[in-house]
């Protein structure tokens, strides 16, 4: 079992800039993708940024967030600059290892105007 344990949510300007950490519980291997979904209300939940193997992307985060990984601290990170209205959401670490995915337990953004 690995718990996920998130950080650095809160309120925020238009414009403004806002750094998320999740910490895993254990060590993690380099290539599992672990990355950052995020659920307004009313809307589905939605990948924002992944690191594994490979680096993505939503298209509407390209060019403001950055996702990093610190493996062996078992952290990765969301830089979010530029951040905008509509990317106020509840963010949530994910963790897929073989198959068995992990969640955090959410953290609150929220961007004013």
């Known amino acids: 079992q690995v718990q996920l344990v998130e950080s650095g949510g809160g309120l925020v300007q238009a414009g403004g800039s806002l750094i998320l950490s999740c910490a895993a519980s254990?060590?993690?291997?380099?290539?599992?993708?672990m990355g950052w979904y995020r659920q307004a209300p009313g809307n589905q939940r939605e990948l924002v940024a992944t690191?594994?193997?490979?680096?993505r992307y939503t298209d509407s985060v390209k060019g403001r967030f950055t996702i990093s990984r610190d493996n062996a601290k078992n952290t990765v990170y969301l830089q979010m600059n530029s951040l905008q209205p509509e990317d106020t959401a509840v963010y949530y670490c994910?963790?897929?290892?073989?198959?068995?995915?992990?969640w955090g337990q959410g953290t609150q953004v929220t961007v004013s105007s």
């Open positions: 994910n963790l897929n290892i073989f198959g068995k995915e992990y």
């Open positions: 254990r060590s993690i291997f380099s290539i599992s993708p």
């Open positions: 690191s594994g193997s490979r680096t």
